[in-house]
């Protein structure tokens, strides 16, 4: 049966067929694809499964039916979306059996941020573009809505789809759409770290947050955190990880110095982390732990550590730091 996302993109009068766009076409728009998705799944081999789909999609139609596609781009783009809000309401049913807290699976890039080591740029940052709209803290906020709101969203608030196209990919009508914004909105509004650029600074409380665990100065650790802040952690059942987030500074300042204790040969390097200054743990070369960092001025509020191996792939396919800060044990 053809989908009646194809059968609404096809012409209603005579006229001749449009070509059908060559390789090089999907090429510029697979990128376009892989940010749409890896926003509304908060995972990168997801949306690259997720594009996958869709191009299987197409190539799946007769040459007759590829052809009679007005707009090649606008058809990817839809079918993208149906795509991740259907893989988006089977992940709730699968997060509610994931072992621990499920975490974005974060990405590596860029290459340099203020005041930061230069890293060479890794493949992950080519196909995603790092902004504030794929930060740790943002991807968080997006899990607590509804696949709907996220989809709306996405499409409309980050890339600008307008509300009626929007509306053909959730099944909603545009007037539906417009209040899943603003329901949407409202969630990012209340989380005080989702939004918005880096401020000046955020870069140096990191390393001084690194320099002060490598120190075991729980003093400087203490100074740095808000009082109310929150880690929480993703094995995913296949690395070891708090089964429950701690908050409180104290609290969290002495788990750290926990970890030095127990795992003194792990290396910290200072990375960036979804486009914002971020922290990754080696242990043998091989990264082990992502952290990503939330602020509220230059205190740290949020600090997610991934461990979860399969969410660490990119980076450890990503070349090691080149000019940074030599790294030092934690």
């Keep these: ?3 009646p996302i194809e059968q609404r993109d096809r012409p209603s009068g005579p006229g001749p067929l449009p070509v059908p766009p060559v ?3 999907f090429a510029r728009e697979r990128r376009q694809l ?12 997801e949306a690259e499964d997720a594009v996958q789909e869709t191009y299987a999609r197409w190539y799946a139609m007769t040459p007759q039916q590829r052809r009679a596609i007005e707009r090649p781009a606008a058809w990817l783009t839809r079918v993208v979306g149906r795509v991740c809000l259907n893989v988006l309401g089977s992940a709730r049913a699968r997060r509610e059996n994931y072992v621990g807290a499920w975490l974005p699976e974060p990405i590596p890039g860029p290459a340099r941020w203020p005041g930061g080591p230069a890293v060479e740029a890794a493949d992950p940052a080519d ?27 996405v499409l409309h608030d980050v890339f600008r789809y ?3 196209e929007v509306a053909r990919i959730v099944g909603r009508t545009p ?33 001084e947050f690194r320099i002060a665990w490598e120190a075991k100065d729980v003093g400087a650790l203490v100074g740095l955190l808000d009082p109310e802040v929150r ?4 094995g995913g059942g296949l690395a070891p990880t708090l089964p429950h987030p701690v908050t409180g500074a104290g609290d969290l300042a002495r788990g750290l110095l926990w970890l030095r204790e127990r795992q003194p040969e792990l290396v910290l390097r200072e990375r960036a ?17 992502v952290y990503a960092f939330g602020f509220a001025g230059e205190r740290i509020t949020h600090l997610w550590a991934v461990r979860n191996p399969e969410k660490l792939r990119p980076w450890r396919a990503a070349p090691a730091p080149g000019r940074g800060l030599p790294p030092r044990p934690v």
Excluded: H, K, W
């Excluded at 892989?34 to 081999?45: D, E, K």
């Excluded at 196909?127 to 969203?153: G, K, Q």
């Excluded at 880690?231 to 993703?234: E, I, L, P, R, S």
């Design 273 to 289: 982390v979804n486009g914002r200054p971020g922290l990754v743990a080696e242990q043998d070369g091989t990264v082990v732990t």
């Design 1 to 3: 049966m053809t989908d």
């Design 231 to 234: 880690a929480t952690g993703d």
């Design 34 to 45: 892989v940010n749409i998705a890896y926003r509304l799944l908060g995972s990168l081999s």
């Design 162 to 164: 307008p509300f009626a």
């Design 23 to 25: 390789p090089s076409t």
């Design 127 to 153: 196909r995603v573009t790092l902004d504030e709209t794929v930060t740790m803290a943002f991807l968080v906020v997006l899990e607590s809505m509804t696949p709907a709101e996220r989809v709306v969203l």
């Design 175 to 207: 007037a539906a759409c417009r209040q899943l914004a603003v329901s949407a909105r409202a969630r990012v509004r209340a989380s005080p770290v989702a939004g918005g650029r880096p401020e000046a600074g955020q870069a140096a409380v990191v390393r």
